[in-house]
């Protein structure tokens, strides 16, 4: 690996694999060995997409506060040399550590300005995650009013692009909310579009969906379903 970029994207790409297979720990060690090899070669690209994966791994290792470092120096990095879709990823994945957090101004902002520069890209990939994660933030904030439009906003650029994980957590959402609404067929509806696109996917949560009404998150439960135990209702 004399290759100074073979041997980032080879650790890198090893990184990702053991972050695949719940070994975040491992992924930290590979993380930062290609950390140290972008940084040698000077790449800008290389390194906010290596930050970006670091602050990845920390996240599930619960280590948030070295979370934030990664992103908010990827986020720096991404600025400096313009890279417009280098920022928008870094502030994603930034908005999800501060809702993890329950830092929710800050998750709402980051959601926003990740949004403005999707659409400026013309990035839908972007835009459709953006758009459900930060509804789901609005459910914490019991807005379901703004986070209602923000998943059919969601829903409706993952069905022009095909992005049918986003879409399936969508519907699964969107039966949620019908649920607490009062209403029992729109909820059916919703939810076996849901199972249709996890069971197409082979998603691993398609089985919890077809038991609970539970879509597991950093937080401990799904976005509704605490908000259904913070209004007396779950």
Request: net charge negative.
């Amino acid at each position: 690996m004399k290759d100074a970029s073979g041997r980032v994207a080879v650790l890198n790409n090893l990184g990702n694999i053991q972050s695949s297979l719940g070994k975040p720990l491992n992924a930290v060690e590979l993380y930062d060995k290609a950390l140290t090899s972008a940084q040698e070669k000077g790449d800008p690209t290389e390194e906010v997409n290596v930050l970006g994966n670091l602050g990845g791994a920390y996240r599930e290792l619960g280590a948030y506060q070295r979370a934030l470092n990664c992103l908010n120096k990827g986020l720096e990095i991404s600025e400096q040399s313009q890279d417009r879709a280098a920022e928008c990823q870094v502030l994603l994945n930034l908005a999800n550590v501060h809702s993890d957090l329950e830092q929710d101004d800050q998750a709402i902002d980051c959601y926003e300005r990740c949004l403005a520069i999707a659409r400026e890209i013309k990035d839908p990939l972007t835009e459709s995650e953006a758009l459900c994660d930060l509804a789901a933030t609005l459910v914490y904030l019991k807005q379901i009013p703004e986070a209602m439009q923000c998943y059919e906003a969601s829903l409706k650029v993952c069905q022009r692009i095909g992005n049918a994980y986003t879409a399936a957590v969508v519907y699964k959402n969107l039966s949620d909310i019908a649920t607490f609404n009062g209403q029992p067929n729109a909820a059916e509806e919703f939810r076996q579009e849901a199972l249709k696109l996890a069971r197409e996917l082979e998603l691993p949560f398609a089985k919890e969906w077809e038991k609970s009404g539970v879509i597991k998150t950093k937080r401990g439960c799904s976005p509704f379903s605490l908000f259904l135990k913070l209004v007396g209702k779950g």
